[in-house]
Every structure is written in C-alpha cells, then in structure tokens.
C-alpha cells in the first residue's frame, strides 16, 4: 500500500497551473488596475474581491456538477480541460487591452514608462535621487498637463481647482525649503502618483470601451478558473485509496506551492515586479502558454476513468470500501458539546481575522512595495514562499511537541511583528524586507499548517466535508471584504496604513485563538515526513 507518486504529480500539475495563475494575477492585476485604468484602491480592492465572490458560489456548484458527469475522459478531467483552455486564452488576450492602455497613457500623458520619477530628466546611472530642482519641474510640468486638460474642455473649472488644491498646492509646502527630508520626498511622492492615478482615469473614463473589454475579458478568466478549481482537488481522491489520501495531498499542494513560485519567476525574468507603464504582455502570454502546455501533459499522463477504476479495485482488494463512513453519525455544529462548538466559532473568527489581514497585503503589496519603499514586490514573495517550503516540516514536528494552538499563536505573533515592522521601512531600509518576508513566509506556515486541520478536528468522518466548507467560507469572506475596505482606508489616508491594518487583524485573531480550548489531536506521528505537507495552501 505505497502511493503512486509519479502518478500524484501528474495530477498535481492542474493545481500546478491553477497557482501559476493565481499567483500572477492577484501580482499584476491590482497594478493595471490602479495605475493604467486609474482605479482608486477601494475599487481596484472590489475588482480584486470578485473572485472570492464568484468562488464562493460557483466552486461548490461546478464540484457538485462534476460529481454527476459521465463522460468517457471521466468526471473530472472535462472540467479541467474547458476551463483550463478558456481561461488561458482570456488571460493571454488581457495583453491585447493592457497593451493599448499602456500605449494611450505614455503617447496621451505625461506618464513614463516606470516608476523612476526622474525618468526624464536624469540617466540610470544617477542612483534615482531627486533634488528640489527636479521636483520643481515636475511640479510645473504637471501644473502644464492638467492645465492643457482644462483648455481642450477634457476637465471643467471644478475638477482643475479641486487637483490643483490636492496635489499642487500641496506639492508647493515641500518645495519652499533648500532640502527636502525623506518624509518630505515620501508625501511628495504619494502626491505624484495621485496625479498619475487620476491621470489614468481620466483617460479611461474618456474612453471606456477598452477598460469595459479588460473587465469583461478578466471576468470571464475568473469564471473560467472557478469551472474546475473543485474538480481539479476531488480527483485526487478519486483516483488514491483513502489511507494515502494524506500523503496524495501533500503532494498536490507542494505541486501548487511550486506553481505559485513559477510565476514569481516569470515576472522577476520579465523585470516587471517593479515597473507598471509597461507592456505585461510577457507574463500574460507566457503564463496561458505554460498552462495551455501543463494541460497538454496532463492530458497525456492521466486518464482519469483508468485510474479511477484501478482505485475501486484496489478498494475491494484491500477491503476499504466507504459504507463503514457512510454509517457514521452526522454531527451538525449545533450538535456539538458547547466547549466545542465555542472553541470552533473562536477558530473560524481566528481565520477570518488573519485572512483578513494576510490578504490585504498580499492583494496591495505589488502597489505598495514599488512606490512606498521603491522595491519590486516579486523577490519579498519568492522569499517568503521559498522559507515557508522550508519550514513546512519543522512546523509538523513542532505541533507534535507543543500542540496545534500553540504553534499557531507563536505563527500570529511572528507575523503581527513583520507586518508592523514593514510600516518603519523607508526606501534606504527596504532591504530589510527580504528578511522580514521570509520571516513572513514562515509565520503564515505555521499558521495554516495548523489552522485547517484544527477545524475538521472536531468534525466526525462524514462530516469533515461540511467543516472544510466552514473553514472556507469564513476565509473567503475575508478575502472578499479586505481588499475594500483596506482600498478604502489608503484612499483615506495613503498607502503607508496598509501594513499596520494587516498587523492589527492579525493580532486580534490572536485574542480569539487565545480562547481556544479544543482542536488539539492526539499526538500522533506521522509516518512520513511528507505528510507535514498536507495542508490547505489557500
């Protein structure tokens, strides 16, 4: 009774694509959003929500559907294919509209190619500073743009005067000195890219038709992605006995940690984790073709309807068919003990505190990281996942030692530090974000490791479908939520809030996690170091 690795893997390569989408899109997205079509954060945040409201609908509808195909490729695998194939083709014609929008802003603006303010004005050798002359004629040169708007009747007398007081005359308190401090460059910044923010949507309100086609074209990705998202996790267990389920599992989500590394790569090769006026093209051609060919060998190595068939024989020989599960007692959380049912109300507020948190930043960083701390996003997040990676079996061990509960509070507490530590970075100290997100990587493991399987601890067999359902339902509602209301809150203040948000949600779930009395298994070894994988990777 040994799991078929070579077979797992092959399977694992439709979560493999599914992460290198995702990972690419919540990377790239937020960015066109903010700074070619001129979104504010609250609605680049609500965008970004739609596909955890969309996931929350159609993911259980598409696995109950494929519960029920018959098909000669099998239940699963039809799913996978159509939605694999639509949402790669969407997502490499995402390049088209991004192309032209970019195209617009750097012949129609005064917009550059990326986020060196001095693009212009100085060479690449010249270390990026800015001194009070410089930023005295870009202060004049957008005064220029937005009064040639004016002119040509692009913007009435009101718009004109309300930017003018936002932004010019704001600009004009940091230029009166013979110096301007760090903060001073910091808030004049924040003030340059608000003139490029709102210079975009001007232009996409001029004419919508192409953000209107790139919304569209990004919801019909999203509706794609979410056709065979549970067909892709049910075939696993379709195809593996139960006792190597665990293990079969593991490996799916190392498969998907990987997916999400590779498209940190392909940014990082493309060198667009830092700039934005810029064609993204390359990533979203690369990362269709990746899953278009991913799909080409999965469709080669798995045949679904073989393997499931030798799994139902295999059953029979072992004698592990399910009418013993079947049996058992359903136990409804009304049904359970009042300690632990409150103990499991306190877990899923914990999950929807930290999602709520996490998710936030991982959504803003790709805007935060370049224009707060003049970094490219994607190595902070290559570091992270690759520490996680490393950190996944001592985090197994160390939660055989001390408990599930302890492991997770120690996980809140290293990563309410980072993220409340980021706040100080300035761009002289950015470096130190490696660190920081690679301690990140292996707080947010060791929090999920343990978080998850503490939920369907307290479900019975036949039910631990029904709390997973919990457990995502409380972190998707997260997912959906704090992209808007962080977005709201940087439009509100800037952008330098979103760190210590994250810190606060973090840290009260810290509180609520605290409270916790139940969820803690027996403690058991596993048989197998790869076990300590088999974790939700959400």
């Known amino acids: 009774m040994k799991l078929d690795y070579k077979k797992t893997f092959y399977i694992g390569l439709a979560f493999f694509l599914i992460t290198l989408f995702w990972q690419t899109y919540d990377s790239v997205i937020t960015k066109i959003l903010i700074d070619k079509f001129g979104l504010n954060q609250t609605w680049s ?9 969309l996931a929350l609908f159609l993911i259980p509808l598409f696995g109950t559907l494929s519960d029920k195909q018959k098909s000669k490729k099998g239940r699963r695998t039809p799913y996978i294919v159509v939605g694999t194939i639509v949402a790669a083709f969407v997502f490499m014609g995402l390049s088209f509209s991004d192309n032209i929008q970019t195209s617009r802003l750097r012949t129609e603006t005064s917009v550059t190619s990326d986020y060196q303010l001095v693009i212009d004005m100085e060479d ?39 930017f003018e007081e936002e932004v010019i005359d704001s600009m004009d308190q940091y230029l009166t000195d013979n110096t301007i401090t760090q903060d001073e460059e910091n808030q004049l910044k924040e003030l340059y890219y608000d003139h490029l923010n709102q210079r975009a ?18 919801l019909v990705a999203l509706l794609a992605m979410a056709i065979f998202r549970s067909p892709t996790v049910a075939l696993m267990p379709d195809v593996t006995i139960k006792p190597l389920r665990s293990k079969g599992n593991a490996v799916i989500n190392l498969m998907g940690t990987f997916g999400g590394i590779l498209a940190i790569l392909v940014l990082t090769v493309f060198g667009l984790d830092k700039l934005s006026y810029v064609s993204y093209a390359p990533a ?100 992270a996942q690759g520490a996680a990676l490393i950190a996944f079996i001592p985090i ?44 990140t990587g292996i707080a947010w493991a ?41 977005g709201a809150l940087m439009d509100a203040t800037d952008r330098t809030i979103l760190f210590p948000y994250a810190a606060f949600f973090v840290f009260t779930s810290f509180i609520t996690m605290l409270l916790v009395k139940h ?20």
């Not at 001007?202 to 074209?217: E, G, H, L, M, R």
């Not at 030692?401 to 002289?428: E, N, W």
């Not at 170091?529 to 959400?538: C, K, R, T, Y």
Request: aromatic residues 10%; proline residues 3%.
């Open 396 to 439: 197994g061990i160390l939660a055989t030692k001390i408990g599930r509960r302890k492991t997770v509070l120690i996980g809140i507490i290293m990563l309410t530090v980072c993220f409340g530590s980021i706040y100080f970075l300035t761009p002289d100290t950015a470096s130190l974000m490696y660190i920081i997100f690679g301690l």
């Open 124 to 162: 690449e050798t010249s270390g990026g500073e800015i001194d009070l002359a410089e930023w005295t004629i870009l202060q004049t040169t957008i005064e220029t743009e937005w009064t040639g708007l004016l002119t040509d009747g692009i913007i009435d007398q009101e718009r004109f005067d309300k």
């Open 284 to 383: 979203f051609i690369t990362v269709g073709v990746l899953m278009l060919g991913l799909l080409t060998i999965f469709l080669w190595k798995v045949k679904e309807p073989k393997l499931v068939t030798e799994r139902e024989e295999l059953d029979v020989a072992l004698g592990l068919t399910e009418e013993a599960e079947a049996v058992e007692k359903h136990e409804s959380v009304e049904a359970l003990a009042k300690e632990k049912r409150k103990s499991l109300i306190l877990i899923l507020a914990s999950v929807f505190l930290w999602f709520t948190g996490y998710n936030a930043v991982t959504t803003k960083l790709s805007d935060y990281a370049p224009k707060v701390l003049d970094l490219g996003f994607a190595m902070p997040l290559l570091i």
């Open 45 to 53: 945040g609500f965008v970004m929500a739609l596909d955890n409201v």
């Open 446 to 486: 060791t929090i999920n490791v343990n978080s998850y399987p503490m939920v369907v601890e307290l479900a019975k067999g036949s039910d631990v479908g029904k709390y997973t359902g919990y457990y995502y339902t409380f972190s998707m509602a997260a997912q959906i939520l704090t992209p808007i209301i962080s």
């Open 519 to 538: 969820g803690d298994a027996k403690v058991i070894g596993k048989d197998s170091v790869l076990e300590n994988f088999d974790v939700d990777m959400d």
């Open 201 to 218: 949507w001007i232009q996409t309100s001029q004419s919508p038709v192409v953000f209107i086609v790139f919304v569209v074209n990004l």
